[in-house]
């Protein structure tokens, strides 16, 4: 098969490795790609969002399959682009439609259908600047901490736990009176904070089967014990060893079925990825938000614990064959550190060279994010994360063990990690 992956990031990067791994994968492309794809797979030099030069792309290079890896051509609408296409409709593409992408692009939409199908999720109430009073309002009668989501996509930084009341009413003002966000905050989700311990889910489906994929637990906050700004993503680990099979019966009883079912009965379609955000309350899981493709960074994590054929596994979503795909997971631990450039998430160099790329190690895989080749074919920083790198072990420590020591041996002018990815886990386990 020949196959159009669309994105730049560390997710790509890692669904790159996995797809060229496959005995049917004739030929992989990636549009835009980043360094690392360019080592493995062919770069093709078109926006994610670029419709039409996707689909003049995929009818001129003969594409069997097309997968779709960040969120914004899903929220934009490519799937039913190339659903109502005259020449490349039949082409299975991983993803849901416009409408399945508003799980993710509209926090509210999230909020409601999650309402409807009873699923477990925080308190909440959506304000835009009509009711910006009753918003205000509201926030007086909350218990603190109060979260705060911009309803659209926000890359990430769109979410606010604010500690006084005070404080909730002036960046309320901000996010719908100043555009805090953009447009991303025109409507503002205020929500109960739930208090527990945070982990993903995730969840490939073709719209009536599903599988669940091993789950993962992210760090977001760029500060080592979980302080200062939120980001992307500073690393992961899977499997997360307080998501028991107790509590994971619980997330596909409670959460899963009742999604894929609730889907289903309102004709949404969507063939790819659900990312369920969760957290673990005194053992009962509620949602924080959903996505509507994998994570990143926690896909590198996620990945290698994969035994299956990731490729055959896109195709059976694709074609509508997932019942009957099987499906197998690896038993060892997976530990990803991710690599920022000096700044982020605020403000950051770009075009930095990039030291210590080739590591001999087989127990670390190295996942490249925001990275280029320059004009001399160095391999430069081009993002705010970088580089991850996903450790293999038996335990979580050996996972650890294994990822750090590659990160010790790659650098570029003021690079920065967080060195405590793991250790809450590893306080829980001893």
């Not at 925080?122 to 909350?142: P, V």
Request: charged share 25%.
């Amino acid at each position: 098969m020949n196959i159009l992956l669309l994105g730049s990031g560390g997710r790509e990067h890692a669904f790159a490795w996995k797809i060229i791994n496959s005995k049917n994968c004739t030929k992989l492309f990636v549009a835009p790609g980043n360094a690392g794809t360019a080592q493995i797979a062919e770069n093709v030099n078109i926006s994610a969002t670029d419709f039409d030069g996707i689909a003049g792309f995929v009818e001129e290079k003969k594409i069997d399959l097309v997968v779709v890896g960040p969120e914004e051509p899903l929220v934009k609408g490519i799937v039913d682009f190339f659903q109502n296409h005259k020449t490349v409709g039949h082409i299975p593409v991983i993803g849901p439609s416009k409408l399945g992408a508003q799980l993710e692009g509209s926090k509210d939409f999230s909020k409601q259908f999650m309402e409807r199908h009873g699923i477990p999720t925080a308190a909440s109430r959506t304000f835009s600047k009509s009711n910006i009073d009753e918003g205000l309002e509201y926030i007086k009668l909350q218990d603190l901490p109060i979260v705060l989501k911009a309803d659209g996509l926000a890359a990430g930084k769109g979410v606010l736990i604010c500690q006084s009341h005070e404080e909730a009413s002036q960046l309320l003002k901000e996010m719908l009176l100043e555009a805090k966000f953009g447009q991303a905050s025109e409507k503002v989700v205020i929500e109960q904070f739930l208090d527990g311990i945070e982990l993903s889910v995730f969840v490939a489906t073709d719209g009536k089967s599903y599988k669940i994929l091993p789950e993962a637990k992210d760090y977001k906050r760029i500060g080592e014990k979980d302080t200062g700004l939120n980001t992307g993503g500073m690393g992961a680990v899977s499997p997360v060893p307080f998501a028991d099979k107790i509590f994971l019966d619980k997330v596909e009883r409670r959460i899963v079925l009742p999604t894929i079912k609730g889907l289903e009965e309102e004709q949404i379609k969507y063939t790819g990825f659900l990312f369920i955000g969760l957290m673990n309350v005194n053992g009962d899981p509620y949602v924080i938000e959903y996505n509507v493709r994998m994570g990143d960074p926690e896909t590198q994590a996620v990945l290698p614990r994969i035994k299956s054929d990731f490729l055959d596994l896109l195709y059976a979503m694709g074609t509508l064959n997932l019942e009957n795909h099987p499906f197998d997971l690896h038993t060892f631990t997976t530990t990803t550190v991710v690599m920022v450039a000096g700044g982020y998430p605020g403000d950051y160099e770009k075009g930095n060279k990039i030291h210590g790329l080739n590591v001999d190690n087989n127990k670390a895989i190295v996942f490249h994010a925001g990275t280029k080749s320059d004009s001399s074919g160095e391999i430069v920083t081009n993002g705010g994360r970088v580089i991850a790198i996903t450790g293999i072990g038996e335990s979580v420590e050996d996972a650890l063990k294994n990822a750090y020591e590659v990160v010790s041996k790659i650098h570029w002018k003021n690079s920065y990690f967080r060195k405590d990815i793991g250790q809450d886990i590893l306080k829980l386990i001893k």
